[in-house]
C-alpha cells in the first residue's frame, strides 16, 4: 500500500506507555448507544436506511443488550485462550513507524466512510483508534491484548495493541501490510455497524439466544465487518494505492484467522458451534464481496445463506 505521505489521522489515543489506566471503566448503558444518523433521514432509497428496516424488521422483538460489556468480541474468536501471548511493546517508540501506517490507514477510513455516508445524506463520526501494549481499560470494561483488537460501541473506539500484527504474521501466517490494514478496517467496519443502529439490533437479538444461536448471529455480524472492510478496500484501491498483492494479503489474512482454521490450528480439530466470526471461506467471500462492488447492499449478512 502507497500509504507513505498520505494523511495521518489525528484520531490516535496512543496509550502504550500506560498499563490499562486512562478512561473510566464500567459498563455502559444503553444510552451510549449513539446513532449519529442525524441531519437528513429523507430519501428512502438510502442504502443504509433499507438495511436498517431490515434490520429492524428482523430483529423485532429481543431484548437489550449484551455487547456493551464485551465489545464486539473482536477481530478473532476471543476467549478461548487461543492466543496466548503477546510481546511487551511498552518501549515503543511514540512515533514509531507502524504507528503512522495505522494512523494513515485510519485517515483512508475515514475519509472513505465519510464519502459513503455523506452520499446517503447521513453524517459519519470519526471513531479513535487507542493504541495500547497488553492490556486496556474501554467503557467495555478491562480487556488484554490477548484477546487481539476489538471495538468499543459504548465509546466508539477501536482498541488495538500493534504486536497483533506481529503475531498475525509469524504466528498466523499473514503477513504483510495490507493484512494488517484489514484488520483495522474490520474493526472500523464494526464501528459503521454502531453509527448505523445494526449493532444495537444485534445486541437486543442476541438476549435470551442460546449460545449456539447467538454464535450464528456473531457470525453474520462478523462477517458484515468483514465486507465493510472490502468495502473501504474498495475505494482505496480507487485511489490508485494499493500495491500488487495487497488484497491477496488481505484475503490470505481472512483464511487465516477463519473460525475453522484457527481451531485447526490451535486444537486440532474444530467445533462449528462455536464459530462466532466465520469460518475461513466465509470471510474471504464477505471481505472479496465487498471489495468487489464496493456497494454496503452486497454487505446484507444478516438474511439468507452466507
Ligand atoms: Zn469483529
Redesign the pocket.
Given at each position: 500500500m502507497l500509504w507513505r505521505g498520505r494523511r495521518q489521522s489525528d484520531n490516535i489515543e496512543d496509550e502504550r506507555s500506560d498499563s490499562g489506566g486512562g478512561l473510566g471503566g464500567g459498563l455502559g448503558g444503553d444510552g451510549q448507544f449513539r446513532i449519529p444518523i442525524g441531519g437528513r433521514t429523507g430519501g428512502g432509497g438510502s442504502i443504509l436506511l433499507v438495511i436498517l428496516v431490515v434490520l429492524a424488521g428482523w430483529y423485532f422483538g429481543f431484548d437489550p443488550s449484551q455487547i456493551l460489556g464485551g465489545g464486539?468480541?473482536?477481530?478473532l474468536p476471543g476467549g478461548g485462550g487461543q492466543i496466548t501471548e503477546t510481546q511487551d511493546s511498552g518501549n515503543a517508540p511514540a512515533n514509531d513507524e507502524m504507528k503512522q501506517f495505522v494512523a494513515t490507514v485510519l485517515a483512508e477510513t475515514e475519509d472513505t466512510w465519510t464519502g459513503i455516508f455523506k452520499s446517503q445524506g447521513l453524517t459519519y463520526e470519526d471513531p479513535k483508534l487507542v493504541l495500547f501494549s497488553g492490556q486496556v481499560r474501554s467503557a467495555c470494561g478491562f480487556a488484554s491484548a490477548a484477546a487481539g483488537p476489538f471495538y468499543c460501541p459504548g465509546d466508539h473506539k477501536v482498541y488495538l495493541d500493534m504486536t497483533f500484527f506481529q503475531q498475525l504474521d509469524q504466528q498466523f501466517g499473514a503477513s504483510g501490510e495490507f493484512a494488517r490494514a484489514y484488520v483495522v478496517a474490520?474493526?472500523v467496519g464494526?464501528h459503521v455497524q454502531n453509527l448505523t443502529g445494526i449493532m444495537s439490533k444485534f445486541n437486543q437479538m442476541r438476549q435470551g439466544m442460546s449460545e449456539a444461536d447467538a454464535n450464528q448471529l456473531s457470525v453474520r455480524i462478523?462477517l458484515q465487518?468483514d465486507c465493510f472492510a472490502g468495502v473501504w478496500a474498495h475505494y482505496t484501491a480507487q485511489k490508485g494505492i494499493l500495491e500488487q498483492g495487497d488484497i491477496e494479503s488481505a484475503l490470505n489474512a481472512a483464511k487465516q484467522i477463519g473460525d475453522d482454521t484457527l481451531q485447526k490450528r490451535m486444537q486440532g480439530y474444530v467445533v462449528p458451534e462455536s464459530f462466532n466470526?466465520g469460518t475461513s471461506q466465509q470471510r474471504q467471500t464477505w471481505l472479496a464481496r465487498g471489495y468487489k462492488s464496493g456497494k454496503l447492499s452486497d454487505c446484507n449478512t444478516m438474511t439468507g445463506p452466507i
Open positions: 464486539d468480541g473482536g477481530l474490520h474493526e464494526h462478523e465487518a466470526h
